[in-house]
């Protein structure tokens, strides 16, 4: 459930960022978990059974540049998404904790997140 308060957050002037635009509250987004410095919501396209984008509310354009700018905050995104695969049931047989960076590896929403995936086999991590 949602313990955090997305009323404060204001998208940047301008922004055309999707994720900046769902922590402002201005596209909805099926939220399961929330605290004051990051979102989980599901997946509009989900790739397996339990599919959460958990991301930090504040824009970053990929988990490299978050990593570097503010270390803390990265934890805190590997954080949420522990608690959500625990309260997703995942924690039993498995999970996949995948970041994107860049257009070679996919990332298509260029504002750090990772995909947490689980719920049935996921098969190989790379299909060749």
């Known amino acids: 459930m949602p313990d955090g308060d997305r ?3 204001h998208a940047p002037m ?4 999707l994720f900046c635009r769902i922590v402002a509250g201005e596209i909805p987004a099926t939220i399961v978990r929330e605290t004051a410095t990051t979102l989980a919501f599901r997946d509009i396209d989900p790739k397996a059974p339990v599919h959460v984008l958990v991301i930090p ?9 978050l990593a570097e700018a503010d270390p803390g ?3 805190e995104v590997l954080a949420t998404a ?3 695969a625990e309260e997703e049931g995942l924690t039993g047989d498995g999970f996949r904790l ?3 960076t860049g257009p ?8 750090a997140h990772a995909h947490l995936l ?3 086999p996921l098969g190989p991590m790379l299909c060749r």
């Open 7 to 9: 009323g404060t957050y």
């Open 14 to 17: 301008g922004t055309d960022c």
């Open 57 to 65: 509310k504040e824009h970053y354009a990929d988990v490299a540049t």
């Open 73 to 75: 905050l990265a934890g």
């Open 82 to 84: 522990a608690v959500v």
């Open 98 to 100: 995948m970041f994107n």
């Open 104 to 111: 070679h590896a996919g990332q298509e929403v260029f504002h």
């Open 118 to 120: 689980g719920g049935a």
